[in-house]
């Protein structure tokens, strides 16, 4: 890792990692609340010392063309100073504005140097943002105009900020792929993907996936990923999970204004709210209507408070999963808050392949198996891809038994099976394999090995789960080395496809090896056994 960002732990692409800066170290995930000077809705002293926030942002553009910043001498007040922060302030350069209003009052070398000025922590080139526009001349023009901007940014950029390189590009794949691989050449300290504020606005959050993840493969792995403009706490999961590092948002302020009540799973209106679901101080002291009779403008600063500590819990909830190795499960639980975050986690999984590089390889913790969604989490692909390309040759066993997984089955039916399988263990022409889920086929010698023993199964499983399993042990089999004799399979329906003894004894025929199939009972086992020695 790079001197100013090193990772402590990681899961999926989510990372617990320090950003050093020259007025303090963050650590990641983190979330910048933006801060409008002119407003100063947000007591920062208490945002830092109760809240334990040591990094916010303000809008570089405003605090140029607005406020007076300047000192009696004539120079400018280092932010810090003027905001009243002494933790690392972030400043963005106006982007968002341009998004808005189409230009803004100020050249890309003017925000440069106001931004050395004020001496921020971090700061960002003005870009060009490519939005959610559909006209590809357009796009392709904010991808080059932001590229030619980094380079005469870089040239005037004071060397104690870190500096953000803004990727754009939009919902056009090549063009933010061009974008992302050549900012990912320049020496940036951070980068960030822009102007997704529309996408989200819009709950597109599917195609927010298919944009952080493509750059998540670009950008250099020791630099950390800014999310710009990240909005609501319910998508905080996910976007750490694929890949973000810190963002930003202003949303916790915006829905205290309109009456929003945020949760970790969506907003409330507070007109509508009967009962607080939290704890914060701000819940304990007021009831839902002492809040609304209060004048506007308290009712929003407790509002805002609110809306801050969900965002902030929500954080600590995300690096407490990492921690465990449990962020999988906190964005499957969160996907089913709005069928927008469900569409999303659907959408993660074309990407499992590049979440299971990155992904550690055992965790403190074992699986939990839901859905057949939870199929294509890095963990089970990574331990269905090794035993299928490490375990199909085992010399000296002709004969295989299939036996469903025991942690699948209940009562008598597991005393039965564990009888037989101790019969066959030791006998040098047999080869045992578990089938269940979600790994498909488990050698009876790795039955204990990480993660295999580990996993927690919500049975029945549902029909696409059996799918799965059914075609991982076709793949099995059809890659099997060596020569098989006999094929015994203890058949538990609920655990595969109707489908699947029909094409296993297909592919007997195909290879020539006697097949038999038989149940769960005390006699089908005796069978078997007869079958096998006959």
Request: proline share 5%; hydrophobic share 40%; glycine share 8%.
């Amino acid at each position: 890792m790079s001197p100013m960002f090193t990772v402590k732990a990681k899961d999926l692409l989510g990372r617990i990692g320090i950003i050093r800066t020259k007025s303090g170290n963050l650590e990641t995930p983190h979330m910048f609340p933006v801060i409008d000077p002119k407003l100063r809705g947000v007591n920062l002293r208490f945002l830092k010392e109760i809240m334990k926030c040591n990094g916010v942002m303000a809008n570089a553009y405003l605090l140029k063309k607005h406020l007076k910043v300047r000192g009696e001498d004539g120079g400018l007040h280092r932010i810090h100073e003027y905001l009243g922060f002494d933790g690392v302030v972030a400043t963005d350069s106006g982007a968002y504005q341009i998004l808005l209003y189409g230009e803004v009052e100020v050249k890309p070398d003017e925000i440069i140097r106001f931004q050395n000025e004020i001496s921020t922590d971090i700061g960002v080139i003005l870009d060009v943002p490519t939005g959610l526009t559909s006209n590809r001349l357009e796009a392709e023009y904010t991808v080059k105009e932001t590229l030619r901007r980094a380079d005469e940014s870089l040239r005037l950029a004071s060397p104690e900020i870190l500096w953000v390189g803004p990727i754009q590009g939009g919902l056009f794949r090549d063009l933010l792929t061009l974008s992302a691989r050549e900012m990912a050449r320049k020496p940036f300290q951070m980068y960030g993907l822009g102007s997704p504020t529309q996408i989200m606005e819009r709950y597109l959050f599917d195609k927010l996936v298919d944009m952080v993840l493509p750059v998540k493969q670009l950008i250099p792995g020791d630099k950390p990923l800014h999310l710009f403009g990240a909005g609501h706490p319910m998508i905080f999961p996910l976007i750490v999970a694929c890949g973000v590092d810190t963002f930003d948002s202003a949303a916790y302020a915006i829905y205290a204004k309109d009456g929003r009540y945020m949760t970790a799973e969506g907003s409330l209106k507070l007109s509508s709210i009967e009962y607080f679901p939290c704890s914060c101080r701000q819940c304990v002291k007021y009831t839902p209507s002492e809040l609304r009779d209060l004048d506007r403008d308290e009712r929003t600063r407790i509002l805002t408070e609110h809306n801050l500590w969900i965002c902030f819990q929500e954080v600590k909830r995300i690096k407490e999963a990492i921690s465990e190795g449990r962020l999988w499960e906190l964005v499957h639980s969160r996907s089913i808050s709005h069928p927008a975050l469900h569409r999303a986690f659907r959408a993660m999984k074309r990407y499992t392949r590049l979440m299971e590089r990155y992904s550690p390889v055992t965790k403190r913790k074992g699986l939990s198996i839901f859905t057949h969604l939870d199929y294509h989490r890095p963990e089970v692909v990574r331990h269905v891809d090794r035993l299928l390309t490490r375990c199909i040759s085992y010399e000296g066993s002709s004969k295989l038994v299939m036996l469903p997984s025991p942690n699948q089955l209940e009562g008598g039916a597991v005393e039965g099976l564990i009888r037989v399988r101790n019969k066959l263990r030791n006998l040098p022409e047999v080869r045992i394999l578990y089938y269940g889920h979600p790994y498909g086929v488990i050698p009876i010698e790795l039955e204990e090995v990480y993660p295999l023993g580990q996993t927690e199964i919500s049975a029945p499983v549902d029909g696409e789960s059996r799918e799965a399993v059914s075609k991982i042990i076709k793949r099995f089999l059809r890659g099997y080395g060596h020569k098989v004799s006999k094929l015994l399979l203890i058949l538990e329906p609920s655990l595969i496809s109707e489908s699947l003894i029909k094409e296993l004894q297909a592919e007997s025929r195909r290879r020539k090896f006697e097949m038999r199939v038989e149940d769960l009972s005390m006699e089908g086992l005796r069978r078997g056994l007869k079958f096998l020695y006959n």
